[in-house]
């Protein structure tokens, strides 16, 4: 089974400034077939259920504000927050879904307001 | 708008047994791969089963031979049946479509394992 590393667990980040959050695999998920990463990251509000945000590493889902981007190939990753608001408060995780059916997630970074 | 709602759960003891049920409205659950996941409180996302468009079933060690999922295509749900249900499987239980990745979710349903 491929293992999903993030980093760091939690992160307290000023208003304004940029959150970075790594994910590293323990198996490439990089597909040679067609060139395509099969990472995704997801946003978890108190309460809520988790909310799909990237995916294909690096494509927006519909909705999702610009200043959220994904970035990485192969094993590394990273959601960068560009200019935290209030409202992106919350725990991010990283999934792969290049091991089917079974798919892993990382454990979890909870971004908070410096 | 596309959702998923989600019923079932609650209280039940050690060794017994609760049938999950996950509705699809604006989405045809046989039409996609769905999925069962689940957050144990404070802890991460945990995969527990697929029931894809073909029939065809998997599950993740920990539940495999106590869960099942099922669908009811006439009424466009998704179902897990948990057996023999252990402290440990306290946890929300999600429902979400697997279009890889997981693009649409249940609310979530808690499941407390306690005498």
């Known amino acids: 089974d491929i293992v999903m590393t993030q980093s760091p667990v939690s992160l307290a980040v000023s208003l304004g400034e940029r959150a970075t959050i790594n994910c590293k695999s323990s198996q490439s998920v990089l597909s040679s077939s067609n060139n395509k990463n099969y990472l995704a990251w997801y946003q978890q509000k108190s309460g809520q259920p988790p909310k799909l945000l990237i995916y294909w590493a690096s494509t927006r889902e519909s909705g999702v504000p610009d200043r959220f981007s994904g970035s990485g190939s192969g094993t590394d990753f990273t959601l960068t927050i560009s200019s935290l608001q209030a409202e992106d408060v919350a725990v991010y995780f990283c999934?792969?879904?290049?091991?089917?059916?079974?798919?892993?997630f990382g454990r979890g970074t909870k971004v908070e307001i410096k | 708008e596309v959702q998923l709602i989600q019923s079932g759960g609650g209280l039940i003891q050690p060794g017994g047994s609760l049938r999950l049920s996950c509705s699809g409205y604006g989405v045809t659950v046989s039409s996609y791969y769905m999925t069962w996941l689940r957050q144990a409180p404070g802890k991460g996302l945990e995969w527990l089963s697929v029931?894809?468009?073909?029939?065809?079933?998997y599950y993740s060690d920990s539940v495999k031979g106590r869960f099942t999922i099922s669908r009811d295509n006439s009424k466009n749900t998704l179902h897990l049946q948990m057996n023999n249900l252990r402290p440990e499987d306290t946890a929300v239980y999600y429902c979400?479509?697997?279009?890889?990745?997981?693009?649409?979710w249940g609310h979530g349903t808690m499941v407390t394992v306690s005498s």
């Open positions: 979400a479509t697997d279009r890889s990745p997981f693009d649409i």
């Open positions: 029931l894809q468009t073909g029939g065809e079933t």
């Open positions: 999934q792969e879904y290049y091991s089917g059916p079974q798919r892993t």
